[in-house]
């Protein structure tokens, strides 16, 4: 099993959600998260004065899948989540040991 993680820009989280029921991904987590990578933030006019904005809204992907379905939902994520300018965001792919589900005690593949 692996973890998949994604930073992307709020407003692609409809259409990656899209196609990854349309693959059969059925769980997913999803945060509101704010940072900054290359684009370091912007400024803002606000009642006259500029205010430098250092952390920009993000929304974070969470799921887990059986490993031999990362390269096609990791394609899927990234053709999605694409508009080409910068602050597109990141994808991280991490092992994960174990899952279970709590209700009913399964464990591994059968958990997700």
Same mark, same amino acid.
């Given at each position: 099993?692996? =973890?998949?993680?994604? &930073? &992307?820009?709020?407003? =692609?989280?409809? #259409? *990656? =959600?899209?196609?990854?029921?349309?693959?059969?991904?059925?769980?997913m987590?999803?945060?509101?998260?704010?940072?900054?990578?290359?684009?370091?933030?912007? !400024? %803002?006019?606000y009642?006259?004065? %500029?205010?430098?904005? #250092?952390?920009?809204?993000?929304?974070?992907?969470?799921?887990?899948? /059986? /490993? %031999?379905?990362? /390269?096609? *939902?990791?394609? @899927?994520?990234?053709?999605?989540?694409?508009?080409?300018?910068?602050?597109?965001?990141?994808?991280?792919? !991490?092992?994960?040991?174990?899952?279970?589900r709590?209700?009913?005690?399964?464990?591994?593949? %059968? @958990?997700?």
């Amino acid at each position: 099993m692996k =973890k998949i993680e994604c &930073i &992307i820009k709020p407003f =692609k989280l409809d #259409d *990656v =959600k899209a196609i990854l029921t349309e693959m059969g991904i059925t769980g997913m987590t999803v945060s509101e998260v704010r940072g900054f990578g290359r684009q370091k933030g912007h !400024t %803002e006019l606000y009642r006259g004065a %500029e205010y430098q904005i #250092d952390f920009i809204p993000k929304v974070k992907i969470e799921l887990v899948i /059986a /490993a %031999e379905r990362v /390269a096609e *939902v990791v394609a @899927a994520i990234q053709k999605e989540a694409c508009t080409g300018r910068i602050g597109d965001g990141k994808i991280f792919v !991490t092992p994960v040991e174990q899952s279970i589900r709590i209700r009913t005690g399964e464990s591994g593949i %059968e @958990a997700l």
